[in-house]
């Protein structure tokens, strides 16, 4: 393990003053293990598929996308030759995976049955996050950036129908984070982490039409959005060991209020019906608000995970919460599952 990782993990041991730990606001009803996964520090993001109760995930440290069965509790199948998988969408009409693979620059497309490789879609190297319009039927792909070797940043454009890209979205900002989608307004927020700022893309124009600075959180890596009230909930890595959630209102892009979390906090959910924010963070929580009135919210308690078991799923039609553990020192690769009542 390296001494980043031992560092991270004698944090995670410190507790936050403020916060009680034993109340659990989920409760854990499954561990499923991936056992061919070797030692890493990072597992990326998921998807689901409801008919089958399926789950995809993204391995980093085994370079493939897993699927795993929830009703048998298993691994599937390994689906491997990936650069470095992150994100995945599953289009349930054509039984699709579509995986974007930020070490050769593609957002890679399979067959969800045989899980054979049915096309590669070029972008830039990096290409990271996704979202996904239901309006349109588009997929918004980031790639690009610094680490790319660009001066600028993209949104790749992939029409999932024809499974091609069809345009590009140029960002000036050396990399980009999380992503959410306004179907309603037609429009897409980005994070600029670099920046501490918030792109607002018009999808009709394919354009920048705003830049929002952070002031009361910095880092920003994630996101959830409730679109019924014009709030953005925005997660930002202050440090490694605290981060915030900045209220922000979509209408004019002034930032409402800080709420505290723990440090690297990867994937954040809005859950509209109870009025909760999720936010799953590195350092083995995932916190979690409950919307009192307005733009008020109290923290109901913290849910136990693991090390760096920062990216998770929320899937409201099954009341479950996953967050996936990386393989790091006894600690072996899993997808934790919680219960939400």
């Given at each position: 393990?390296?001494?980043?990782?031992?560092?991270?993990?004698?944090?995670?041991?410190?507790?936050?003053?403020?916060?009680?730990?034993?109340?659990?606001?989920?409760?854990?009803?499954?561990?499923?293990?991936?056992?061919?996964?070797?030692?890493?520090?990072?597992?990326?993001?998921?998807?689901?598929?409801?008919?089958?109760?399926?789950?995809?995930?993204?391995?980093?440290?085994?370079?493939?996308?897993?699927?795993?069965?929830?009703?048998?509790?298993?691994?599937?199948?390994?689906?491997?030759?990936?650069?470095?998988?992150?994100?995945?969408?599953?289009?349930?009409?054509?039984?699709?995976?579509?995986?974007?693979?930020?070490?050769?620059?593609?957002?890679?497309?399979?067959?969800?049955?045989?899980?054979?490789?049915?096309?590669?879609?070029?972008?830039?190297?990096?290409?990271?996050?996704?979202?996904?319009?239901?309006?349109?039927?588009?997929?918004?792909?980031?790639?690009?950036?610094?680490?790319?070797?660009?001066?600028?940043?993209?949104?790749?454009?992939?029409?999932?129908?024809?499974?091609?890209?069809?345009?590009?979205?140029?960002?000036?900002?050396?990399?980009?984070?999380?992503?959410?989608?306004?179907?309603?307004?037609?429009?897409?927020?980005?994070?600029?982490?670099?920046?501490?700022?918030?792109?607002?893309?018009?999808?009709?124009?394919?354009?920048?039409?705003?830049?929002?600075?952070?002031?009361?959180?910095?880092?920003?890596?994630?996101?959830?959005?409730?679109?019924?009230?014009?709030?953005?909930?925005?997660?930002?890595?202050?440090?490694?060991?605290?981060?915030?959630?900045?209220?922000?209102?979509?209408?004019?892009?002034?930032?409402?209020?800080?709420?505290?979390?723990?440090?690297?906090?990867?994937?954040?959910?809005?859950?509209?019906?109870?009025?909760?924010?999720?936010?799953?963070?590195?350092?083995?929580?995932?916190?979690?608000?409950?919307?009192?009135?307005?733009?008020?919210?109290k923290e109901v308690g913290l849910t136990d995970t693991a090390v760096m078991a920062k990216t998770a799923l929320y899937v409201p039609e099954l009341h479950r919460f996953f967050v996936a553990v990386p393989h790091l020192g006894d600690t072996l690769a899993k997808i934790l599952v919680f219960k939400v009542d």
């Amino acid at each position: 393990m390296k001494r980043g990782v031992y560092f991270l993990f004698f944090l995670s041991l410190v507790p936050l003053a403020g916060h009680a730990f034993a109340q659990q606001p989920m409760a854990l009803v499954q561990s499923i293990d991936m056992p061919e996964v070797p030692s890493g520090p990072y597992a990326d993001h998921m998807a689901i598929d409801l008919r089958n109760q399926r789950l995809f995930t993204t391995p980093q440290a085994n370079k493939s996308v897993d699927v795993l069965d929830l009703k048998a509790g298993k691994v599937l199948h390994t689906i491997t030759g990936f650069g470095n998988p992150h994100a995945i969408f599953y289009d349930e009409k054509r039984n699709q995976l579509f995986v974007t693979d930020g070490g050769v620059g593609a957002v890679k497309v399979f067959d969800a049955t045989t899980y054979k490789e049915m096309k590669s879609i070029k972008v830039e190297l990096d290409a990271d996050g996704i979202g996904y319009d239901p309006r349109s039927g588009y997929l918004y792909v980031s790639n690009g950036g610094e680490a790319a070797g660009k001066k600028y940043s993209l949104i790749s454009i992939i029409d999932i129908a024809k499974a091609e890209k069809i345009g590009d979205i140029q960002i000036d900002a050396d990399g980009l984070e999380a992503m959410a989608i306004d179907s309603d307004q037609g429009r897409l927020y980005i994070n600029l982490p670099d920046q501490s700022a918030i792109a607002v893309v018009d999808l009709a124009k394919r354009h920048v039409v705003a830049t929002w600075p952070l002031t009361k959180g910095k880092n920003n890596m994630a996101f959830a959005l409730d679109a019924t009230r014009h709030r953005l909930y925005v997660g930002c890595r202050d440090t490694d060991v605290r981060g915030s959630i900045v209220i922000v209102d979509t209408d004019t892009g002034r930032e409402l209020d800080r709420l505290p979390i723990g440090g690297w906090v990867d994937s954040m959910f809005y859950d509209g019906q109870r009025g909760l924010i999720y936010a799953s963070c590195g350092v083995g929580e995932v916190y979690t608000y409950q919307r009192v009135s307005g733009d008020t919210f109290k923290e109901v308690g913290l849910t136990d995970t693991a090390v760096m078991a920062k990216t998770a799923l929320y899937v409201p039609e099954l009341h479950r919460f996953f967050v996936a553990v990386p393989h790091l020192g006894d600690t072996l690769a899993k997808i934790l599952v919680f219960k939400v009542d």
